[in-house]
């Protein structure tokens, strides 16, 4: 499948909570996760090299409209529910049409397995 809208989004965990945010992030893509979702091609998760509590995710999708179906479910409003107590301010968006690139293969498999 081919992602025609991604995002990425950028979050500054409590200070010294970063290990924390990755980790209910990665949740997402567990064999229950909300990232099971077909539509999703991409996720990511990734932290700054300078800055350990600043966590980033990128996102890929098939259709702007599965993402907002996938977001406005209960089980990502729950995680987001969960995610806010670790976050401090307000988490930055930039929306991205993806035109390519490549992904590693296991990237996702060991983030799942994890």
Same mark, same amino acid.
């Given at each position: 499948m081919k992602a025609t809208f991604g995002f990425r989004a950028t979050m $500054? &965990?409590?200070p010294g909570r970063g290990d924390e945010l990755v980790a209910l992030l990665l949740t997402a893509v567990s064999d229950t996760g909300l990232v099971t979702n077909k539509d999703c091609v991409l996720y990511r998760v990734g932290r700054s090299a300078s800055n350990p509590d600043v966590?980033?995710?990128? /996102?890929?999708?098939? $259709?702007? /409209?599965?993402?907002? &179906?996938?977001? %406005? %479910?209960?089980? %990502?409003? !729950?995680?987001?529910?969960?995610? !806010?107590?670790?976050? $401090?301010?307000?988490?930055?968006?930039?929306?991205e049409v993806p035109v390519g690139g490549t992904l590693e293969a296991g990237a996702v498999a060991l983030a799942r397995s994890a």
């Open positions: $500054t &965990a409590a966590v980033h995710v990128t /996102e890929g999708w098939t $259709t702007k /409209e599965a993402h907002a &179906a996938n977001f %406005s %479910s209960l089980r %990502s409003q !729950a995680l987001i529910a969960r995610l !806010a107590p670790l976050v $401090t301010g307000e988490a930055q968006y930039q929306d």
